[in-house]
T-cell receptor
Framework: DAGVIQSPRHEVTEMGQEVTLRCKPI?????LFWYRQTMMRGLELLIY????????DSGMPEDRFSAKMPNASFSTLKIQPSEPRDSAVYFC??????????????FGSGTRLTVV | KNEVEQSPQNLTAQEGEFITINCSYS?????LHWLQQHPGGGIVSLFM???GKKKHGRLIATINIQEKHSSLHITASHPRDSAVYIC??????????FGAGTRLTVKP
């Protein structure tokens, strides 16, 4: 298995532009998580899905952020419009065995977003 | 007060030393995770545990549910163990809380 695949690895965009981050979870995993990591705040859970359904999006910072999981093998995190304070590394992770944060995780390599 | 506290924040050791990183939490949890983040940024899940002890190679993780405390031990440390180690707790509602991390540097 290739693991959790995120794209792009790096993204540089101008303020105000739309940004879409992509994630392919491990096949068979039924939970998917989006995290943001910054120097100031560390790792933060943004949203997670169980069986493609968003369970908790209370970590999403504001309405500019949205996430979708149209099927079991693909998820997107969209920021529109982007702002410089959105600059961070965004990680996707997936887990199986019934799902949820209480089962082993596999993380993607992350997307480093820079908004200028 | 953070819900997940790690100590120490930074740790420097000589190759071969036994290392302990501590994690205390103040919320009810279903599981506790230890994560490793290398300088390149990738995150690896080392352990997930809800009771007792787990061992993988030179790494040992323990948890005491009553005391709300977990430790990560590294035996015979090596420079390649240099990384940030993050404690994370899974809450009963499947949410996660993260510690600030412990930056470990192992010198040859």
């Amino acid at each position: 298995d290739a693991g959790v695949i995120q794209s792009p690895r790096h993204e540089v965009t101008e303020m105000g532009q739309e940004v879409t981050l992509r994630c392919k979870p491990i096949s068979g995993h039924n939970s998917l998580f989006w995290y943001r990591q910054t120097m100031m705040r560390g790792l933060e859970l943004l949203i997670y899905f169980n069986n493609n359904v968003p369970i908790d999006d209370s970590g999403m910072p504001e309405d500019r952020f949205s996430a979708k999981m149209p099927n079991a093998s693909f998820s997107t995190l969209k920021i529109q419009p982007s702002e410089p304070r959105d600059s961070a590394v965004y990680f996707c992770a997936s887990s199986g065995l019934g799902g949820g944060a209480n089962y082993g995780y596999t993380f993607g390599s992350g997307t480093r977003l820079t908004v200028v | 007060k953070n819900e997940v506290e790690q100590s120490p924040q930074n740790l420097t050791a000589q190759e071969g030393e036994f290392i302990t990183i501590n994690c205390s939490y103040s919320v009810g949890i279903s599981a506790l995770h230890w994560l490793q983040q290398h300088p390149g940024g990738g995150i690896v899940s080392l352990f997930m545990l809800s009771s007792g002890k787990k061992k993988h190679g030179r790494l040992i993780a323990t948890i005491n549910i009553q005391e709300k405390h977990s430790s990560l031990h590294i035996t015979a440390s090596h420079p390649r163990d240099s990384a940030v180690y993050i404690c994370a707790v899974g809450l009963n509602n499947n949410d996660m809380r993260f510690g600030a991390g412990t930056r470990l540097t192992v010198k040859p």
